[in-house]
Structure formats: C-alpha cells, structure tokens
C-alpha cells in the first residue's frame, strides 16, 4: 500500500464530519462516459446530430426549440439504466453508514449513489432519475421518458413530461445548492473525487471548505494548493484507491 494511500486512510480515520464532492470520474468505472475526456460524450461522433453541439443538445433552449432532437439525444445518450454502482460508491455508502460521511455533493445524474444506499445527496445537477410535467409538475417513474412510445412525453394534462436535469442555460437546484455549501462549510474533511472542477459554478463551492484535511482523487492533477501537513492527492482510479483505503482500515 502507498503512503499517499495509508495516509488517506488515516485521515479518515481521524475525522468525523466528512463530505465527498464528486464528478463525472466517480462513474466512469460503472461503464458511464464523462463528458470533457478524450473520450468523453463532447468528443465522440455524435451519428445524427452533426448539426448541434452537444452543450446545445442538453439545453434548456433545444428542449423548447427542438424537442424532438432534445429526446432523441437524451434517450441514446443519457440511459443509466443499467449502470451499477462500483467500489467507490458502496465505499462512501459504508462511511455514511457508520456515521464518519455526512453528505455527499454530486455533479453525476445518474443515482448511482443512492443506488449504493447514501442518503444524504445533493444533487447539484439533478438526477435522470425523475421525470415531472413541465406544465402542471406532475412525477413521472424514472424510465418514463426511455419507455414512452411518443417521440415527445406528455403528461396527462397535455405538458411535455421532462427530466428533472438542470440543462444548459437553467439556474441549479437552489436547495441543494443551498445544502451542499452548508455541508462543505461544516466539514472537518473534504475528499474531491472524479473531477477536474471545470464546471460552474458548482466548482466554486469548495472554497467553503474550512476544515482540517483536503483530499483530491483524481486520475489527472487539478491544480489546486495543498496544505503538505494537511492534504494529500492522489492521481489514481477513485475506485481503486477507495477499495485499498478500505482494507486499511
């Protein structure tokens, strides 16, 4: 086991007010695509939409302009369906069970967190996993809109149902905002994961953080400064350096 990894270990150990604020990276190892990589969904061939970005295909604007394309993309695109959690989110679920996690903040859609039985998740760019009429508010089951043979979901009352995702040009969630910049501010220990921390603005919430330890898994470094009596990061896959952080303690 690596230093950097007991050291980690170890500063869990010691602390008791935990956040975890993760990225796109904490999926990835279920078979996920993030969306900046190489080989992330911005970079891939998008067959059939060569004509829209893919900032545009999940915005607020093509889903009232085109929502026939807005569907159709989400549809290919976005179905976690069959995605399942991996070491890195049964990891944080345990430490949430025995008290030493208190929140975690996400910027993943896709519910695999509670999926690995968290409960206190905020959800800064919502979850694939809800649907709601856009008219009326109306909850629609999470498959909804993969299972509807309209090319649009509609609600009852004639409202396109839609998912309950913050699109591009849509304000975030202001409660879990809300929650996520009380939960950091409150941590003795803040463990970034699986992300670069290029999206804004949830990005910008770590620097509420006022706490003991700083702990960045990330397989590329972010450039953020460390403390080197307090912090630690580690440039390695989340769920691998989670499964040995595990056998440690």
């Known amino acids: 086991m690596s230093d950097a990894v007991r050291k980690l270990a170890e500063y869990i150990r010691g ?3 935990i956040v975890f604020f993760g990225g796109a990276g904490v999926s990835t190892e279920s078979g996920v695509p993030d969306f900046r990589s190489k080989d ?3 970079n891939r061939p998008n067959v059939g939409f060569e004509n829209y970005t893919p900032e545009y295909l999940l915005s607020h604007d093509c889903l009232t302009e085109h929502p026939e394309v807005f569907f159709e993309f989400y549809r290919q695109k976005m179905d976690t369906r069959n995605a399942e959690p991996n070491a890195a989110h049964h990891f944080l679920s345990d430490l949430e069970r025995i008290g030493k996690l208190k929140a975690i903040v996400t910027q993943n859609i896709d519910g695999l967190h509670q ?3 968290s409960i206190n998740v ?3 760019h ?3 996993r809800r649907n709601y ?3 009326c508010g109306k909850r629609y089951p999470a498959d909804y809109i993969f299972t509807s043979a309209e090319s649009i979901p509609h609600c009852t009352c004639g409202g396109i149902v839609r998912c309950d995702v913050t699109l591009y040009g849509e304000q975030l969630p202001e409660r879990e905002v ?3 910049i009380r939960a950091i501010s409150g941590a003795d220990m803040l463990i970034i994961g699986g992300t670069s921390l290029t999206v804004y603005p949830a990005a910008s919430y770590v620097r509420y953080f006022r706490g003991q330890h700083l702990a960045i898994i990330n397989r590329d470094p972010i450039g953020i400064p460390l403390r080197p009596d307090r912090d630690i990061e580690i440039n390695d896959s989340i769920g691998k350096t989670f499964s040995a952080v595990r056998e440690y303690l």
Do not use: M, Q, V
């Open 15 to 17: 602390s008791d007010n």
């Open 40 to 42: 992330g969904l911005y």
């Open 115 to 117: 999926r690995a039985g």
């Open 122 to 124: 905020f959800e800064i």
């Open 126 to 128: 919502g979850t694939t």
């Open 133 to 135: 009429c856009s008219r």
């Open 178 to 180: 809300e929650g996520a």
